[in-house]
């Protein structure tokens, strides 16, 4: 039950960063959208490469650009984005995209320059919405699951033994049953959600009652371990 628990906090915790990266991914789109809708395009020319991050973990290459307005004045402005390999070269031209009202303002055209921000937020927040929504249905899937199997299926007593899977020196226990179907005389295996300790001091002289659905006991069954007590 506390692996579900946390499995449900977890999902939320996804949706809920997903829906603020979505969120953000949308504020840049609006706020370039109004840009756009009041820029100027002048051509400028790429005046130097300046060179960010560290040179043992890598870094990129943004071009330091430089435009006049119709005014007469000289501008000059630092991309936002950058490469490595640079994608432009000293003394290229280039398009600018500036604020008439705020010539510092200013962006090279280009669909990264512009919306690259508004999208990597976009599709991250979409990456995380997924998981925290998948995981969530396979939650709420599971747990209707075992409220239709414990309303209309059938239940059975059944010795357990206890596995654990161990990953980084972290074992997680189960409770594993077996059962013969005396209907198709098949065997099943029966396993439990993870029990977080050692359940073994609570075992003795124990069975644990399993409910299924006799029409798929393979794949629709619950085993109980209410009797078993929370971890403090």
């Keep these: 039950m506390k692996k579900k628990t946390a499995e449900l906090f977890a999902s939320t915790i996804f949706l809920v960063v997903g ?9 840049a789109y609006q706020s370039q959208k109004k840009f756009v ?12 490469l300046e060179y960010r ?30 490469s490595n390999p640079s994608s ?26 512009l919306w690259g921000l508004a999208t990597i937020f976009a599709g991250l927040g979409s990456v995380f919405m997924i998981i925290g929504i998948g995981t969530m249905m396979i939650f709420i899937r599971h747990r209707r699951m ?28 189960y409770l594993r049953s077996e059962w013969l179907n005396p209907g198709d005389r098949k065997m099943y295996l029966f396993d439990s959600a993870s029990i977080s300790y050692d359940p073994t001091p609570f075992m003795e002289g124990r069975s644990v009652r399993v409910w299924y659905d006799p029409h798929n006991p393979q794949n629709r069954y619950y085993v109980d ?5 929370e971890k403090a």
């Design 19 to 27: 829906i603020a990266i979505s969120s953000g991914g949308w504020y």
């Design 37 to 48: 809708a009041i820029a100027q395009k002048m051509p400028g020319v790429v005046k130097a």
């Design 53 to 82: 991050g560290s040179r043992k973990s890598g870094g990129s290459n943004y071009p330091v650009v430089e435009f006049q307005t119709p005014e007469g004045k000289t501008v000059s402005f630092r991309s936002d984005v950058g």
């Design 88 to 113: 432009y070269d000293v003394g290229e031209q280039v398009e600018v995209l500036y604020n008439p009202s705020h010539p510092n303002e200013a962006k090279l055209t280009g669909f990264w320059n």
């Design 146 to 173: 075992i409220e239709e199997v414990k309303m209309t299926g059938q239940a059975v007593e059944l010795p357990a033994r206890i596995e654990y899977t161990q990953n980084k020196g972290r074992k997680r226990y």
């Design 225 to 229: 371990t209410s009797f078993l007590p």
